[in-house]
C-alpha cells in the first residue's frame, strides 16, 4: 500500500507521508464497515467503502490534481496486496487435503483479482459480500457450514486476528492463530495469544501444515 | 456418470442400465429447477434435487440394498465428472488474460468439489446459488456484471447450449457458443448454430483462446 502511494506520489509530484496515509485508510475500514453492520447504511461492498475513506483522506492529506481514473486504479491497490512470503507455499501443501477459500471482507472482485495478483491457491473465494454481511455476524462464519453441509466443527478458521477466531469458535468452529509480528507494521507487535486458546497457534502456513500432518 | 453406476452396480451385485439411469437423472434436473425457479419450492440447491431425483430413480429402477452413505456417495457423483479433454489447457489460456469462472447451476461446493478433481484453474465460482436463482433467471447471468462493477458487454458468456446463451445475448452480455457433439451422447448430435447468432462459435476452447488472441 506504502509502495503504491509513493509510485503514486512521484508520477504526480506529491509530497505525502504514505505510511500514515495508508494507516488512515485501514483506520477507516472498522468502523465503515459498523456503519453497514448497524443498518447506518445498506449493504456496501468494501471497495466502495474505501473509496469514500480514499475521498476524505484525499482531502485531508490535501491530494490535489488526480483524475478519476487514477483515483479508481489507487482505491484497487487493495487488489493487489503482497502475500506473506510462506503463503502459496503453505497454502499449496494444505490445499491437497483439504478445501480452502479466504473468509474475508474484501468483496468478490476483490479477492479474485488478489488471488490472481499474488498467485494463492485458493479454491473458492468466500466474501463476505456472498451473505451481505460484515465480520463478526455469524452469516459470514456459517457460510462453509452452509454451502458444504458441514458440522461447525468440521470446518477451520484460520487467522491472524484473535477477534476473529473468537467469533468463529463461538459458533463451534475450530480455529487456527497464524502468528503475525509484522501484521501492523514494525512499531506495534501484536502479542502471541495464550497457550490452549485456540487449536493451533503456529509462525505460519507452512506450520499449520506441518501440524495438520499434510 | 455411467461409468459411477457401473463402479456401484460391480460393488453391490445390481443388474441396471446405467445409460438410462444416467439420462433419467439428468433428465429429472429442468423440470426440478423449475419447480424452484416457478415458486413451487423455496431455494434449494442442486445437490439436494439430484436427490430427490436419485430416490425416484432408485425405485423406479429397483435398486435396493444401498446404505444412506453409499446413496450420498452416489448423489456426488456429480462433483467428480471429467472435463472434456481441450478443458485445462484451454481455460489456462483464456485465464492469462481473463477472469474466469463457471456460471452453473451446481451449488458451490459442487462446483468447487469439481474444480479440485478435474483440475479445473478458475479464478472464481459463479454458482446460481450466490443469487439464489436458477438459471435463466436474470440474475444469474448479471453476476459477473454485479460482482466486477462491469457493463454487460465487458463479459462473456461461453457455453455449448444455445438457449443459455440467448438468455445471457438478450441482457447485453456477449456470447461464445462451444459446439460439443457429444454433449448429449453418440445418438442425438446437437446442430450447431447459423454463423453469426453468437459472437464467437468455436469447436473448444484452445480455438477460442487463440480466436481472442491469447
Known amino acids: ?19 500514515a496515509f495508508a494507516d488512515a485508510w485501514r483506520g477507516g475500514y472498522g468502523p465503515a464497515m459498523n456503519r453497514v453492520r448497524t443498518g447506518q447504511l445498506p449493504w456496501t461492498k468494501l471497495d466502495v467503502l474505501h473509496r469514500t475513506t480514499l475521498d476524505g483522506l484525499l ?14 486504479h489507487f482505491n484497487k491497490a487493495w487488489h493487489r496486496l503482497h502475500p506473506w512470503p510462506d503463503s502459496v507455499a503453505g497454502l499449496t501443501r ?4 483439504f478445501v480452502i477459500a479466504p473468509l474475508s471482507n474484501g468483496n468478490v472482485s476483490l479477492l479474485t ?17 456472498l451473505v451481505r454481511h460484515y465480520k463478526p455476524d455469524k452469516e459470514t462464519y456459517l457460510m462453509a457450514v452452509d454451502f458444504w453441509d458441514l458440522e461447525p466443527a468440521h470446518v477451520m ?11 468463529a469458535k ?9 502468528h503475525r509480528p509484522l501484521e501492523y507494521g514494525p512499531a506495534r507487535k501484536p502479542e502471541p495469544p495464550a ?11 507452512g506450520e499449520l501444515a506441518t501440524q495438520v500432518g499434510v
Chains 1, 2 share one sequence.
Request: hydrophobic share 50%.
Open 1 to 19: 500500500m506504502i509502495a503504491e502511494g509513493e509510485k503514486l506520489g512521484r508520477e504526480k509530484g506529491l509530497k505525502v507521508d504514505w505510511a
Open 59 to 72: 482531502e485531508k492529506f490535501k491530494i490535489e490534481g488526480l483524475t478519476e481514473a487514477e483515483k479508481a
Open 94 to 97: 494444505l490445499r491437497k487435503r
Open 113 to 129: 483479482n488478489m488471488a490472481k495478483f499474488a498467485g494463492l491457491p485458493w479454491d473458492a473465494i468466500l466474501s463476505t459480500e
Open 157 to 167: 478458521m484460520v487467522a491472524a486476528h484473535a477477534g476473529d477466531l473468537n467469533a
Open 170 to 178: 463461538a459458533l463451534g468452529l475450530r480455529t487456527a492463530y497464524v
Open 195 to 205: 497457550a490452549g486458546t485456540f487449536d493451533f497457534i503456529v509462525k505460519d502456513f
